[in-house]
């Protein structure tokens, strides 16, 4: 009964061809509830098969995409005219379908594992077309070992949903009660943010929670292709690994002056009340590197190359753009720590990360700045291209964070997480 309350409450009236939950946010939460035990014994296997009451749209891609389960056979949704009502086909049709596998693997031993609260019908089936059946014990699970990312078979780069933390039963009645206070914290933090001056502002956010670490080195600029020296210029290109749409506000506070942040994609009302100044890239390098190279003549400059922000400790490919316009450039090595609300989305709506990052009862973030790193615009007989440039700080900055460097792009996340290709738009999604 409790299954079915939570479909009805979860899928009714929800589009079919627009959920993406179970590929975008469930996996995270169950790759967090896997067992190493069990995990190791399935990988002992030869083809595996998930049987689940669970609705299929909800577990198929967690088992296919992250724990290599060659077929999935879940309880199906009842669909009218694209939308789903919230209701779940007979589960007699599960064990169907998973008599007529069993039937066509004739090669091998037939070994089932389940709970021992499993329904009689599935123990039945177990009995009759398994060689062994394994029932695991509730006192089992609790002393299993949960699964280590580096132990996964696929790595959990990217996900989207705003909760932070696995939804238990105490941690989400925690969340609630936290919530009419986070509002609150939230518009006092953005109030002090938007109005008072650095030397105000910064220590006013500590005092109400906020967690603010910077690591400087020294700004001397390394040549990339020999110690030669090379023109300099005055103004500095700040380069930051993405995390949220606070990383340039933050490096602002930490350098206690005002920077222009070149933004890939960012809400018209993140603009509006943006307290440094935002300037929109059109994503055409030509009109791109012309407005970087005007906004460094202006004052110093914070640009992302990711293009998009990401949870995980991963980098993503960096843009080669900014190698090509400044020999003055400072890496920064940003992250940030959040217990409660993720201030990142991929599907909802962009305007809101930065007040749900406010939101937690003490976000963190650490900012390191790196040893300053010759570009190419002003070395013109250097051996090495501009993505020779781009990879070395995407490596440097993942050394100093302990992340790894990966070669996906901002399409690669919307892809997954959206369906689309996370063109920015003026809407407030994106």
Not at 86 to 91: P, T
Not at 281 to 295: E, H
Request: charged share 20%.
């Amino acid at each position: 009964m409790g299954l079915k309350i939570m479909v009805m409450v979860s899928f009714f009236r929800v589009k079919k061809d627009n959920f993406r939950v179970g590929r975008a946010v469930l996996p995270k939460f169950f790759l967090e509830n896997v067992g190493l035990e069990i995990f190791e014994v399935l990988k002992k296997g030869g083809k595996t098969v998930a049987v689940s009451n669970m609705p299929q749209v909800m577990i198929d891609s967690f088992l296919r995409d992250y724990l290599d389960i060659d077929l999935v056979v879940g309880r199906e949704l009842k669909v009218f005219c694209g939308y789903f009502v919230g209701l779940m086909e007979d589960k007699k049709k599960n064990i169907l379908v998973l008599q007529e596998i069993i039937k066509q693997e004739n090669s091998g031993d037939v070994i089932g594992i389940s709970s021992l609260n499993t329904s009689l019908d599935h123990y039945k089936l177990f009995l009759q077309q398994c060689n062994e059946v394994y029932l695991v014990r509730s006192t089992d699970k609790r002393s299993w070992q949960h699964l280590s990312r580096d132990k996964y078979p696929k790595p959990l780069i990217f996900h989207d949903g705003r909760l932070a933390f696995r939804p238990e039963i105490l941690d989400c009645l925690a969340m609630f009660m936290w919530f009419p206070f986070g509002l609150v914290v939230a518009i006092i933090r953005a109030f002090v943010a938007l109005t008072l001056p650095f030397e105000i502002s910064t220590p006013t956010l500590i005092f109400s929670g906020l967690r603010f670490t910077v690591i400087t080195k020294p700004k001397t600029s390394r040549s990339f292709q020999n110690s030669r020296d090379c023109q300099k210029t005055e103004r500095t290109l700040y380069v930051c690994n993405h995390r949220t749409l606070l990383d340039p506000l933050y490096l602002s506070f930490a350098l206690k002056k005002n920077l222009t942040a070149v933004t890939y994609s960012l809400s018209r009302m993140s603009e509006i009340l943006a307290p440094i100044k935002t300037v929109r890239m059109t994503r055409n390098r030509d009109q791109d590197a012309k407005l970087v190279k005007s906004l460094l003549n202006q004052g110093d400059l914070v640009i992302c190359p990711e293009g998009t922000t990401c949870r995980e400790p991963y980098l993503l490919r960096f843009s080669p753009l900014f190698a090509e316009m400044s020999d003055n450039i400072i890496p920064v090595a940003s992250n940030s720590h959040v217990t409660m609300f993720y201030g990142t989305t991929a599907g909802g709506l962009k305007c809101l990360d930065p007040f749900f990052f406010l939101m937690n009862p003490s976000p963190g973030y650490t900012m390191q700045l790196l040893e300053g790193v010759s570009g190419l615009s002003m070395c013109q007989d250097g051996n090495e291209s501009r993505f020779d440039v781009a990879n070395y700080v995407q490596s440097e900055l993942g050394k100093a964070l302990g992340f790894e460097c990966t070669k996906l792009t901002r399409r690669d996340k919307y892809q997954i997480l959206a369906g689309n290709d996370g063109i920015a738009c003026t809407s407030s999604k994106s």
